[in-house]
């Protein structure tokens, strides 16, 4: 989890850093596991029971039942390690990348809380993101259940007092509150549940409340007719003006998968059972959509070639009225004869055709996809392994938007020049995704590729935030050093690699439930 924090350059904050230095990171591997009878109830609960019995556990396996809470998982110098089935030699950067892990440290009133963004030990900069402390951009309030993109920890030497600043937008480039942080959130408090089997923490009343203060904000009724939901840009990894306002695969791939979590941790009492209910109907309909208007494959791009436009009524099949002129040029030679992925964005008479690595292993990660769906992607992957990963994985969006694209677009953004930054860079926080989507679908070895490109890098350039160029050859113009989420990011992608039940603290499984993607009708493609 990142902090926020330019403060951190404050003495306070350098003493409790450097005071980390006799930490064991194993204190915070080695909690506890703590097994209670009813660990498995949250994800073997699946959209019937809720939609049509309200029940609760059923038998379940495939992903769900893959990691065992209360297995021995840890050992040597506070690093992982894998069971002996899954064990190979480590490689030499595994070990420099957890003492950077546990450089980043950040505590509050003594315990651990978090990291910092990036801790370059060769210069005196400790980076955080800056940030305020209120819900309110000038004078507008945000709603309740807005989540802080990070936050920073204030040390007051004299008083003996800690306290936290929280990020809500306020301070960000362009002043938008982050959309997939309260997502997030909750994806991570379901991976813990999952990964100790203590159920005590998702069932405290404040975690049900803040679950549901954050569905709040996204299930609440408007004007919109899609089940997706509408965000502002900027609002996510692709925190500056990218052209992903909208409905950005991104955020859609975090709700759906946040939606899914919190059904299987809402307690079914008076205030959860109508966001139970709620949550069950949105899933519905946004994997209907998600898999019917967002999927792009061979056949789909012929179609959508051929469709005829300002079509009325019901009978409508160029439901957005896309312009087939608006096709990229570069897409027909993109796209493989197998192969497929979840377009960037769908809103009337606009679709995004470029890739967004996140959304899509979302997407994979989260059963957005379906298993056919799934495989697509990777196969595209393979297909185009040097437009995507290249000498570094992984590009954040593929193609970059240059010349005068690139000024109507970004506004002239110096930091998202083409082949830079978020403008089709190259981020190796995205390796563990890609681990996970790629152990999910069964095909390890894109995942082992991957990381052995990573690893001749990494380590040597001082773990960059993001790389630069085509291939993601350049460590990128202004990328920190010591980035945590590439450390972080690395690791979990081993670990996962090592061990693949590790994937059920975080993976999925489709729900049967769920109606499949419906075929088109015949008239589709006249």
Known sequence: MELGAAGMRRSASHNSLSGSDDFDLTHLL????????????????????????????????????????????????????????????????????WEALRRSLVFFRGQPLGTIAAFDHASEEVLNYDQGWEKKVDR??????????????????????????????????????????????????????KSTGDLTLAERPECQKAMRLILSLCLSEGFDTFPTLLCADGCCMIDRRMGVYGYPIEIQSLFFMALRCALLMLKHDAEGKDFVERIATRLHALSYHMRSYFWLDFQQLNDIYRYKTEEY???????????????????????????????????PARMDFRWFALGNMIAIVSSLATPEQSMAIMDLIEER???????????????????????????????????SYHNGGSWPVLLWLLTAASIKTGQPQIARRAI????????????PEYYDGKLGKYVGKQARKFQTWSIAGYLVAKMLLEDPSHLGMIALEEDKAMKPVLRRSASWTN
């Open 452 to 463: 052995d490109l990573a690893e001749r890098r990494l380590l040597k350039d001082g773990w």
């Open 313 to 347: 009524s019901h009978t409508a099949v160029n439901k957005f009225n896309v312009i087939p002129d608006s096709i990229p040029d570069w897409l027909f030679d993109f796209m493989p004869c197998e192969g497929g992925f979840f377009v960037g964005n769908v809103s």
């Open 30 to 97: 080695n909690k506890p596991r703590i097994n209670v009878e009813r660990q498995r109830s949250f994800d073997d609960r699946s959209l019937s029971d809720v939609s049509y019995s309200g029940g609760h556990a059923r038998g379940g396996g495939g992903f769900d039942g893959m990691y065992s809470p209360g297995g021995g998982l840890r050992s040597l110098v506070g690093t992982p390690a894998s069971s002996a089935l899954h064990s190979f030699e480590p490689h030499p950067i595994v070990g420099d990348a």
């Open 140 to 193: 507008f309030k945000l709603g309740e259940g807005a989540m802080p993109a990070s936050f920073k920890v204030l040390h007051d030497d004299k008083k003996g007092v800690d306290t936290l600043h929280a990020d809500f937008g306020e301070s960000a480039i362009g002043r938008v509150a982050p959309v997939d942080s309260g997502f997030w959130w909750i994806i991570l408090l379901r991976a813990y549940t």
């Open 385 to 419: 392994w040097e437009e995507l990963i290249g000498e570094m994985p992984l590009k954040i969006c593929y193609p970059a938007i240059e010349n005068h694209e690139w000024r109507i677009v970004t506004g002239c953004d110096p930091k998202n020049t083409r082949w």
